[in-house]
């Protein structure tokens, strides 16, 4: 989990770093309004628990599932998950509360906005018992405008312009009611729409997909692969296998577990998940991307699924498999030809993409900010093609803050509020100037 370095407890009534929420330490509840970050509720089922796992499982410790982000089993390798609560039990929050989450997110350093929720379809079935959301990207901002806003926001101010990435990402499922047009808010044209696939590289059978569709990436499909006449296994990993559907973390009588699930908000973390290894590959080899640009290269870096619907191909599921009897639907699978985004993710494909040094430019030295008396610090390598020894550094205003260097590691501290500039140089000469921010209280820079 991401740590904010300004607090000290989860859930404090205290605003350790005057950021305006109490506790804060892994995120916040914009349900309860509270930093305590809740997943026992009689009503939870798990959800956001598996698709964080997805993401961010941690790997190389022979217990349970791989994150595709959840680095390589060294301290503090991996992807860190910062919740941003906006549902718990059968409460969610006002889109007011929303709109809240998301700019905490782009405000504290996220730049992955992982969404596994949306509206229904424009075109889900009334009979299904599905209520039609928006239909254009129109409708969507005016019927939602404030929601609009807040994602504005996130993909416009997360991130940095010297960092590894200047904008955010935002990812959301594409829905789940059978329907030729995606969900939005993932629809907007500036978000990254994810529809589901089954093992065998055919949609699920529940995707929702059509142009809006962004990638597309594995959700299970458990009417494709589900036994006609018989309950659903317990969906718990302890009572065996559920053929069909997607391994992650759930949480059992308040302990860690393991079991599966199904849905476009499975497939919406692989895309997460990928995005987020990409980017910390990136920072290892000093590349910068514009959000766009980063979105442009994940679309890129896919297999073809265009070529499996082709020739007449079908797919025979069974909507009411778990019923005795239940009748056999035939999908003609041309129909989802140009309809299931760019492709398959593949993560191998965007990481060599990044070595290639695609639609990127070299990362520079980020601007620093850092509270009174307090210190933060980056590696410079990162930064200076991976240069490991030789720098040196100085400060315009020396009352404002100090900088030493010790090998490739800088380290800032704040001494008075105000700000001044700091310049790098290094051993080949090169140098890099930012400007550090010494504030009453501010968190340490991330990776990021």
Not at 36 to 53: L, Q, R
Not at 60 to 75: E, L, M, R
Not at 288 to 316: C, E, P, W
């Amino acid at each position: 989990m991401w740590c904010n370095p300004g607090e000290t407890s989860q859930g404090a009534k205290a605003d350790g770093d005057g950021n305006g929420y109490e506790g804060d330490l892994h995120g916040y509840n914009f349900v309860e309004e509270s930093g305590n970050i809740t997943w026992s509720d009689a009503n939870d089922s798990g959800h956001g628990t598996h698709v964080a796992g997805t993401i961010a499982a941690a790997n190389n410790n022979g217990i349970g599932v791989s994150g595709v982000a959840g680095g390589d089993g060294t301290p503090n390798s991996g992807v860190k998950i910062m919740s941003c609560q906006i549902f718990s039990g059968q409460n969610s929050v006002t889109l007011a509360g929303e709109a809240r989450a998301i700019k905490y997110a782009a405000d504290n350093g996220a730049v992955i906005l992982q969404c596994s929720w949306g509206y229904n379809s424009s075109e889900s079935s009334e009979l299904s018992g599905y209520t039609p959301g928006p239909a254009t990207e129109k409708e969507w901002a005016e019927t939602y405008p404030l929601e609009k806003e807040a994602l504005d926001y996130f993909i416009n101010n997360a991130g940095s312009p010297n960092g590894v990435i200047d904008g955010g990402i935002a990812v959301f499922a594409a829905g789940n009611e059978y329907a030729g047009n995606p969900a939005f808010p993932g629809a907007y044209s500036k978000c990254v729409s994810v529809a589901s696939l089954a093992a065998d590289y055919t949609p699920a059978c529940y995707t929702d997909f059509g142009s809006l569709v962004t990638l597309s990436a594995p959700g299970g499909d458990l009417e494709y692969y589900g036994k006609i006449g018989e309950t659903e296994d317990e969906y718990w990993a302890e009572t065996g296998e559920q053929k069909g559907a997607v391994l992650s973390t759930l949480v059992k009588n308040g302990q860690p577990a393991y079991g599966y699930m199904e849905g476009t908000s499975m497939a919406c973390p692989h895309v997460s998940g990928v995005a987020a290894l990409g980017l910390s590959y990136a920072v290892k080899q000093n590349r910068h991307y514009r959000a766009a640009d980063f979105i442009s290269l994940m679309k890129k870096s896919v297999k073809d699924l265009d070529s499996h619907y082709q020739n007449g191909a079908t797919k025979t599921y069974y909507m009411n498999h778990t019923t005795v009897g239940a009748s056999p639907e035939t999908i003609e699978l041309s129909k989802y030809i140009g309809k299931m985004g760019a492709g398959l993710i593949d993560a191998a494909q965007l990481l060599n993409g990044i070595q290639n040094k695609e639609l990127s430019s070299e990362m520079k030295l980020p601007n620093m900010y850092v509270g009174i008396e307090k210190t933060t610090s980056l590696n410079l390598a990162a930064y200076f093609a991976g240069q490991t020894e030789g720098y040196s550094c100085s400060v315009a205003n020396t009352s404002v803050a100090s900088a030493t260097v010790d090998g490739k590691m800088l380290t800032v501290k704040g001494l008075a509020a105000g700000s001044t500039t700091l310049t790098v140089t290094a051993a080949n000469g090169t140098s890099q100037t930012v400007t550090v921010t010494v504030r009453k209280s501010a968190g340490n820079n991330g990776w990021m």
